[in-house]
């Protein structure tokens, strides 16, 4: 079977149904989340960089946290996804240097993860699984024809959220 | 402020990065020709404005491990200064510091993590300490930082640390030669934009 493999690069987002699968390659502070509708196999990943849109007036809507959650949202529910049904998962926001001096340098990952769950929250959605933190990169994979979301680390078994 | 994102230099001012950027590299392969007691020539660098994906492709590939060490810079010039390497110039690297090659990343022991970090603090100093007597700033550097992961990963740091400025990063490209084989650097220097304008300014070109 020919299945689709759409890749999603930084502050972006792609959605499929069916037999397709969505990846995001290296998260490094970056957070990566997938929608995904069970009934409909209606499935989004997004790759978000920075917590919040700070001009009102940037486009780059899915760069950000704040933009790119409820975008997703509503392109997604405009294709019927539905909130109930909707199975969220996370991933990312690792803090990729330690530096040693400057506490809030670096942080970024952490402010990501944080506003991620905050935005999630209030738009009512749910975290079923997260992979976050720690100081490793991650490649990030849905299948959109069941749902199943995977996690490469370098030196690590694959994960399955 | 004249520039509001890296790639609004001209080439003129680009042309002056380039030539700051290749008195620097040959000052950072001097430094190590001394600490690895062997000839080290230095190409002329490109010095590229790129977005993240084609910085990426232009070192190597997303998820290709790699050894990054990460210095910021302050006082007048704010900024970081990243330096990456990819396996063949650690290798050629750690075979003459501690005898040793290792087939993976994955692979260094301390004391190769260690030697790698020194090294690519050297060459980030040697570069600056160039930098700041050209262009008469003065620029203070942390200690540096280093971390084993994913290049894709790596390069998300200076992207996000400046992604409310810019979306480029600015890779200074040379090649190193040792013993006949060409061996790609990864420096990046990533002024923040005001640090970038003041130099401009100093340099006369703005």
Redesign the interface.
């Known amino acids: 079977m020919a299945e689709r493999e759409l890749k999603v690069g930084i502050g972006d987002m792609k959605f499929a149904r069916g037999d397709s699968r969505i990846i995001t390659y290296a998260l490094g502070s970056c957070i990566g989340i997938t929608f995904y509708d069970p009934l409909i196999k209606l499935g989004g990943l997004l790759h978000i960089m920075l917590p919040n849109r700070v001009d009102p007036n940037d486009p780059k809507v899915f760069k950000y946290a704040d933009s790119g959650i409820r975008e997703t949202i509503r392109k997604l529910t405009a294709f019927g996804m539905v909130k109930s049904r909707t199975v969220v998962k996370i991933a990312g926001g690792a803090k990729m240097f330690e530096m040693k001096g400057s506490s809030d340098f670096g942080n970024i990952g952490q402010r990501n993860a944080a506003m991620v769950k905050k935005i999630l929250m209030e738009e009512r959605f749910r975290i079923s699984a997260e992979d976050t933190g720690g100081a490793y990169a991650r490649t990030m994979l849905i299948d959109v024809s069941n749902g199943d979301v995977v996690i490469r680390t370098v030196g690590k078994p694959e994960k399955h959220l | 402020m004249k520039l509001k994102r890296y790639e609004d230099m001209n080439l003129l001012e680009l042309d002056v990065m380039k030539e700051i950027s290749s008195i620097g590299t040959s000052h950072a392969a001097t430094a190590l020709s001394k600490l690895l007691q062997k000839e080290i020539r230095i190409s002329i660098p490109e010095v590229n404005i790129l977005g ?2 084609e910085t990426v492709d232009k070192i190597g590939y ?2 290709e ?1 790699v050894t ?1 060490t ?1 210095v ?1 810079m302050s006082n007048e010039v704010n900024g970081l200064m990243l330096f990456i390497f990819k396996l063949d110039l650690a290798n050629a690297v750690l075979e003459k510091l501690i005898g040793k090659q290792y087939e993976s990343f ?1 692979d260094l022991d301390e004391l190769a993590y260690s030697a790698l970090e020194e090294v690519g603090n050297i060459i980030i100093c040697s570069y600056v300490n160039a930098f700041t007597q050209l262009v008469g700033v003065e620029i203070d550097l ?2 540096p ?3 084993v ?9 200076p ?3 400046y ?2 400025e810019t ?1 480029k990063l600015m890779y200074i490209n040379a090649e190193f030669i040792m013993d006949g084989k060409k061996l790609s650097d990864g420096l990046l220097m990533l002024p923040d934009i005001k640090s970038l304008n003041d130099i401009l300014e100093k340099l006369g070109v703005s």
Do not use: K, Q
Request: without cysteine; hydrophobic residues 45%.
């Open positions: 993240y994906e997303i998820e491990l990054a990460l910021r994955m942390s200690v930082s280093s971390t992961n994913m290049l894709g990963g790596v390069l998300t740091v992207i996000a640390e992604g409310y979306d």
